[in-house]
């Protein structure tokens, strides 16, 4: 028999992608179903990034490219920081990789050592966990309540650091819940990590898709005693809707940056060539396909909010920012529904499924058992009668 490794053992599917991959199959023998698991924005790549990438073809530039991402494109993405966050870096504090969840994939395989402790706010993006796991380092998870906004607070953190914290893993706007932390509340959380020699990760990929007041910091800004210390993680999927062009950086001090480029180098080469030409269009272009993409988010987290707030049982936060519902559905647990006992998440989720043929992601993916997640990265239509046939599945209980 073939030998499996004991890390490859030890690492489960992705659970946003291994729902998708369910509904995909359910849909390819004819069922009509309403899928809300994957966070990817419906919305075609707009045509001018396109016509980028096409040119970059017609122009050769299909070939390996420096390690670390052209240097155009690492300039545009440090103009872009300015612009955005009056935050100064520097080409060399760059490094373009094949999405965002590969480039926290290299931030920490280059940062942390078996033993080391991550603190995560739960509920947190689902790949966090166990990437940190695939390093040998341990995921000290720290959960929040939906009365907190689903944020953290500093004394929660302070109690959850030990001489072996290495890192501080933090995304606001946030995958699952949508919370979006104010500035004064990372300058606070900030100011506990200056006590400690550990690193911040900050995965900002949502960080244009706000709504209302909320609005994104990039908390390298903050304060600049952590400058040196903090990595900021964003990428072109959400905010262009380019999740399949897999485009994501890092901006961190030169010496990591160095050495995520060495693991870079053995392990990938570089990121798509044609890919960097696409990302390098999506910055320096116009950006009000940007602006129209999140009017139109903002449409479905209003319509999204009003309909399942009617679902007896149904609370959750507004979400300020991504495209995603986390929403509270333990008024079911202990219940049944349409003939089947739901106990946990994971078991609404499937019957959700299978019966009301509506897609959702257990909150126990994201380390939040109770919840459910829905993603409004869909169209208005499909999100209404999604969540009729799931008010119409539930009133069954
Ligand atoms: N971080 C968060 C919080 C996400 O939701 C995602 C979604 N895929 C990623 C990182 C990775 O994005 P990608 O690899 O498509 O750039
Ligand atoms: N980030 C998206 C999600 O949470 C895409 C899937 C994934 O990369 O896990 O659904």
């Avoid at 050769?60 to 420096?66: A, C, Q, R, S, V």
């Avoid at 935050?87 to 940062?111: E, Q, R, Y």
């Avoid at 609370?315 to 349409?338: N, V």
Wanted: charged share 20%.
């Amino acid at each position: 028999m073939i030998r499996i490794s004991s890390l490859a053992s030890s690492v489960l599917p992705s659970a946003t992608l291994a729902a998708g991959a369910k509904a995909r199959q359910m849909k390819a023998s004819g069922i009509k179903v309403f899928d809300f698991s994957l966070g990817e924005p419906d919305f075609p790549t707009p045509p001018h990034i396109c016509a980028a990438a096409e040119k970059a073809i017609a122009a050769g530039h299909t070939h390996y490219t420096p390690v670390n991402g052209i240097p155009e494109l690492k300039s545009a993405i440090c103009r872009w920081y300015k612009k955005y966050h009056g935050f100064d870096c520097t080409p060399d504090m760059v490094i373009v990789s094949n999405g965002a969840k590969h480039s926290i994939h290299n931030t920490l395989a280059a940062s942390l050592n078996p033993g080391d402790e991550v603190i995560i706010p739960a509920p947190y993006w689902v790949s966090y966990s166990d990437l940190v796991q695939m390093t040998g380092a341990k995921a000290v998870v720290v959960p929040t309540t939906a009365a907190s906004g689903f944020k953290m607070s500093p004394a929660q953190l302070k109690s959850a650091i030990t001489p072996k914290t290495r890192m501080l893993m933090i995304n606001s706007p946030s995958n699952p819940t949508g919370s979006v932390y104010s500035r004064e509340e990372l300058i606070a959380i900030a100011d506990v990590m200056l006590g400690t020699n550990a690193t911040i990760l900050s995965d900002e990929i949502y960080e244009q898709l706000t709504y209302g007041d909320a609005k994104p910091t990039c908390i390298a800004t903050l304060r600049p005693e952590l400058r040196e210390r903090t990595i900021t993680i964003s990428g072109a999927s959400k905010s262009y809707a380019m999740t399949g062009w897999r485009m994501g950086w890092t901006v961190a001090p030169k010496p990591l940056i160095d050495a995520m480029g060495n693991i870079q180098s053995q392990e990938t080469s570089c990121p798509s060539s044609v890919s960097q030409y696409a990302l390098l269009a999506a910055l320096d272009g116009p950006q009000e396909c940007v602006a129209e993409m999140r009017k139109e988010f903002l449409a479905r987290r209003d319509l999204v909010c009003e309909k399942l707030r009617r679902i007896p049982g149904i609370t959750f936060p507004t979400p300020e920012g991504a495209f995603y519902a986390f929403f509270d559905i333990s008024a079911y647990f202990g219940k049944t529904i349409g003939g089947v006992a739901i106990k946990d998440s994971l078991e609404f989720c499937k019957a959700c499924l299978e019966t009301a043929h509506v897609n959702l992601v257990t909150g126990s993916a994201f380390g939040a058992e109770g919840y459910a997640r829905m993603s409004y990265a869909n169209s208005r239509e499909e999100l209404e009668g999604g969540i009729a046939a799931l008010a119409a599945w539930l009133g069954k209980a």
